[in-house]
């Protein structure tokens, strides 16, 4: 709150400002706003310099490793090389033949909506994958330690099946929903959900057994314990999980799409691969990485907002 009496400097539209009354209430927010940007962008320089110095030297070596003759450009070609023939690689991307724009047999899409319809689909089935193992994997898990009868019944099958490789799952993918959308989607679930039954199982056991005693001594139910203590607990971690199993989701996706299941940007990189073009396989590695990169980003972005009770700076030692 603005202090009455002090005349403040004027923002944006040129408005008369008295001492008696402070500056209006529009400015005063869009000072606010404009107050917050500054420091958000005040506290996102510092990772944002890191990030482009942390990518330009890993670039700087590869393009190092090439001009001393160390990387043959036919098999591993330097970023300038594959970064530059970005507008003929993106044509290769048209493999998304059920999308038709105009009118005739030979239309289609253009190489930047091929691009971007190819990065959509593989997007979606991993966010669409990683959604469904999350909650089917956290609503089981808690049920699991809420109910005895049914740890019983389904622990023993979960931890047998946790070990089992996701390319295992891919012919049971097939036989069930054919090729499309659905395998892949079940691919990245089927990876995903035993490995984040047992993590929230194990972060059940882990809470802090003081916070439960206190619950039952102010009186609360099993049931409150559960909703208002333990969940709240378990949360933080959890969504770490999760943002390592979106990095898992993408590489599931990726190999069901280069087996066949469907189109997507594994398919890309698999016809790189028959048609021996390492431009192409760096350049779908390079937009894999940008969006892995962001999607993780964005996450931790969520996360700060939707867990708002954990303190900032406690997920990690640094300073000690």
């Known amino acids: 709150m603005m202090r009455q009496g002090i005349e403040q400097p004027q923002i944006g539209m040129a408005q008369v400002t008295t001492p008696a009354t402070g500056i209006k ?32 030297l890993f670039a700087g070596i590869w393009e190092a490793c090439w001009a001393f ?9 330097p970023p300038h090389v ?9 044509k290769f991307f048209n493999t998304v033949s059920r999308w038709q724009v105009g009118v005739g047999q030979n239309s289609g899409p253009s ?30 898990g808690v049920a699991i330690r809420y109910f005895t009868l049914l740890e019983r019944l389904t622990l023993p099958t979960v931890t047998l099946l946790a070990p089992v490789s996701p390319i295992a799952w891919l012919p049971v993918a ?7 959308n659905k395998p892949a989607i079940f691919m990245v679930v089927i990876a995903l959900l035993f490995h984040m039954i047992l993590a929230t199982i194990t972060q059940i056991d882990g809470v802090n057994r003081n916070f439960i005693n206190v619950a039952r001594t ?24 999760l943002r390592f199993n979106l990095f898992g989701a993408w590489m599931v996706v990726l190999v069901a799409e280069a087996t066949g299941v469907g189109y997507g940007l594994g398919q890309v990189i698999m016809l790189g691969r ?47």
């Open 25 to 56: 209430p529009v400015e005063a927010r869009l000072w606010q706003r404009s107050a917050r940007l500054r420091a958000a962008a005040l506290r996102a320089a510092p990772v944002v310099l890191w990030s482009c110095l942390s990518v330009g």
């Open 69 to 77: 003759g160390w990387a043959d450009p036919k098999l591993l070609p």
């Open 82 to 90: 594959f970064l530059g023939d970005i507008v003929d690689q993106a």
């Open 111 to 140: 190489p930047a909506m091929a691009v971007l319809y190819t990065v959509l689909s593989t997007t979606g089935r991993v966010f669409a994958g990683l959604a469904i193992a999350a909650s089917l994997a956290i609503s089981t």
């Open 174 to 180: 097939i036989f069930l929903f054919g090729i499309g």
């Open 218 to 241: 102010m009186g609360a139910t099993k049931r409150q314990i559960y909703a208002r203590v333990i969940i709240p607990a378990i949360l933080p971690q959890l969504f770490v999980f």
């Open 274 to 320: 028959n048609t021996f073009n390492p431009s192409l396989v760096f350049f779908t590695i390079v937009l894999i990485g940008v969006l892995g990169f962001t999607f993780d980003w964005l996450m931790r972005l969520m996360q700060r907002k939707l867990l708002y009770w954990v303190p900032p700076g406690t997920e990690t030692l640094r300073g000690l």
